[in-house]
C-alpha cells in the first residue's frame, strides 16, 4: 500500500489530486494545507509522515504570486525554497519519493526552441529564482526516487487562473487587450495530476530511478557539483500559442462577445519580468513513462465543460 503524502492540497493542482484520488483506492492520501502542516517545520513534516507511515510526497505547495513575490522574497523563499530543503531532507530520511512541481519561471525566456531540461537556468524574478533554489536543494539533498516536474501557464476548475480571469471579464467588458508577445503552452491542471499518479504507479515498481553518468551529466544544468539521483522532467500540454490565442479561444468556446485585442507586453508592465518564450520540451517525459499529452485546446474544452461553462 501507497501512503501519499500532498502538500499546498488548496491549490489548483492539489484540488485536482484531491478530485481524483477516489480512483485511486489502493493509495491512501493524507491531503494538507498551510493550516494543516507547515512545511517551513521539519520536525512537523517528520512527525506527519511517521503518523501516516508516507513512503511519497507531491509537493504541490509553492509561493506562486509573482509580482508580490517582488516585495515578499523571505515568505517566497521560504516556501519555494527552505520548505522544499526540508522536505527532501525528510524524503531521504525516511526513504520517501518526492515529487516537487517547478515551473518554466527558472528560465530567462530567451531561446528560440522548446526548452530541454538540461538547457541553462536563469531566472529573471523573484518568483523564478526562489523556485531555482527549491530545485537546487532538493538535487543536492538528492532522495533516492525522486523527481522534479516543471510546468507552465496552469489552470484548472479550482482556484484562481487565467481561464477564469478571462470568464469573468468576459462577460463584464465590451473589449479588453492580452498580451500576443509571450508565447508558451498552457498545462490543465488535472493532466498534470493524471501524470503525476501514473508517474507514482510506474516508479513505485521499481527500487529507484535509474540514471547513468551520462543522464546525469546532460542533466546537471548547473544546479549542483555532486551527482544527484533527482531526475527532472518538463510538462505542459501539446501545442504553441501567446495568451492572446489563449483569450480569444476562452470567449471563442464559452461564446462570449467580448473582443480581445492583442497588446505588446510593454503596454502592460507588471514589477515581476515574464519570460517571453515558454515553451517546455516534452519528449523525456513522453518517452520515460509512455505519456501521451493532450492538445491544450482539447484540455481547455474538458475544464470549460466541468466549470459549466462550454457554450
Known amino acids: 500500500m501507497l501512503n501519499i503524502l500532498v502538500t499546498g492540497s488548496n491549490g489548483q493542482l492539489g484540488s485536482e489530486l484531491q478530485a481524483l484520488h477516489e480512483n485511486y483506492r489502493e493509495y491512501n492520501f493524507t491531503f494538507t494545507d498551510r493550516e494543516s502542516l507547515d512545511i517551513t517545520c521539519k520536525d512537523c513534516i517528520s512527525l506527519t509522515c ?12 509553492a509561493y506562486t504570486a509573482v509580482d508580490k513575490a517582488e516585495e515578499n522574497q523571505d515568505n517566497a523563499d521560504a516556501i519555494n525554497h527552505l520548505a ?16 516537487h512541481i517547478s515551473t518554466d519561471y527558472v528560465f530567462d525566456g530567451k531561446n528560440y526552441k522548446p526548452y530541454a531540461e538540461n538547457d541553462d537556468v536563469n531566472p529573471q524574478g523573484i518568483y523564478g529564482k526562489t523556485k531555482l533554489d527549491g530545485e537546487e536543494a532538493l538535487l543536492h539533498v538528492s532522495p533516492p526516487k525522486s523527481i522534479i516536474i516543471r510546468t507552465s501557464w496552469v489552470y484548472s476548475s479550482f482556484g484562481n487562473n487565467f481561464v477564469k480571469t478571462m470568464l469573468r471579464l468576459g462577460k463584464e467588458r465590451d473589449e479588453l487587450g492580452v498580451i500576443f508577445d ?19 504507479e510506474q516508479t513505485s515498481r521499481l527500487s529507484r530511478f535509474a540514471r547513468s553518468d551520462e543522464d546525469y551529466e546532460k542533466e546537471k544544468n548547473g544546479h549542483c557539483e555532486e551527482q544527484s539521483d533527482v531526475a ?31 497588446i505588446e507586453t ?11 518564450f515558454s515553451l517546455l520540451n516534452k519528449s523525456k517525459i513522453k518517452k520515460e513513462f509512455n505519456l501521451s499529452i493532450p492538445f491544450w485546446k482539447d484540455s481547455l474544452d474538458e475544464c470549460l465543460k466541468t466549470m459549466g461553462e462550454r457554450r
Open 232 to 262: 527532472i522532467y518538463h510538462y505542459s500540454n501539446e501545442g504553441v500559442l501567446s495568451w492572446y490565442d489563449f483569450a480569444k479561444e476562452i470567449m471563442r468556446m464559452a461564446k462570449l462577445t467580448c473582443k480581445v485585442s492583442p
Open 266 to 276: 510593454t503596454d502592460y508592465p507588471t514589477p515581476a519580468k515574464r519570460p517571453h
Open 182 to 200: 509571450q508565447v508558451g503552452t498552457p498545462t490543465y491542471a488535472k493532466d498534470l495530476a493524471e501524470v503525476v499518479l501514473e508517474i507514482i
Open 50 to 61: 511517521k503518523e501516516k507511515n508516507i513512503t511519497h510526497i507531491i509537493n504541490c505547495a
Open 84 to 99: 522544499v530543503q526540508n522536505l527532501a531532507e525528510i524524503a531521504k530520511e525516511m526513504d520517501i519519493s518526492l515529487i
